[in-house]
């Protein structure tokens, strides 16, 4: 049985992430108290579903500090789980109460909106390296969608799933980026305008890319740098590393290398990949 875990900050997207599982045929349960998981997964084992979909927050409350025993347990059970933590910055999480007009579940008469955000942080920061870590400040919801669709359809093969994401440092470094690399130092399409309008997964900007000597050492040295590390990441039992490429604006060399070292690596590791910046 499969069992797909959403946890994260409010306002983060959990509720998006629950619905396209539901659409894809999970089982989905909502604001489930952590230490009823393993109860609820065996009666639904019990009743033959092969696929579930459980949302564990705070809206549970404290008992959320039963959720990591109660995955040992599900995985000594043999039960084949994917945990993800949705987070996003705290303007965004702002701005997306505000918005929709929701109340936080741990703000009240005397909890601010932002000193709410801060206790919930706090409270589940023990919960956020247990999974893959997704930031959605950036994801339009239809991004999102796809990131747990591809998350959710990863193959069962043992070992690490290694994250090629590429972003725009105008928009900030993505908080789930556990290694950072900066190639704004190398040449930009973006001044060219012909090439302008096109991606790094365009023809016309890769051919650009693949004729400048500095790209070439540069995607060899993150191919060597990454080689050489992963096998330590592996040891420490990570289940998941997310390694961020930055250029200014996201669309071009950041793409281009992203794919590039995807397409290499995908004969060592689980992999995928994903374009914050660039319009779906």
Known sequence: MQVVL???L????????????????????????????SDLVGHLRLE????????????????????PPQLRSLEADGITLRFVFLDARNDVLIQRFSETRRRHPLAGDDVTLEEAIAREREALEMLASLGHHIDTSNLRPNALRACIKEFAALDERSGLTLLFESFGFKNGIPLDADLVFDVRCLPNPHYDPALRPFTGRDAEVIRFLEAQPEVARMEADLRRFIGDWLPAYIRDNRSYLTVGIGCTGGQHRSVYLAERLAAHFRELARVLVRHRSLIE
């Open 6 to 8: 959403i946890s994260g």
């Open 10 to 37: 409010s306002g983060s997207g959990k509720s998006i992430a629950l619905n396209v599982l539901e659409d894809s045929g999970y089982y989905c349960v909502d604001n489930l108290p952590a230490p009823l998981l």
């Open 48 to 67: 033959g579903h092969a696929q579930a979909a459980v949302a564990v927050d705070m809206r549970g409350g404290s008992s959320i500090a039963a959720l």
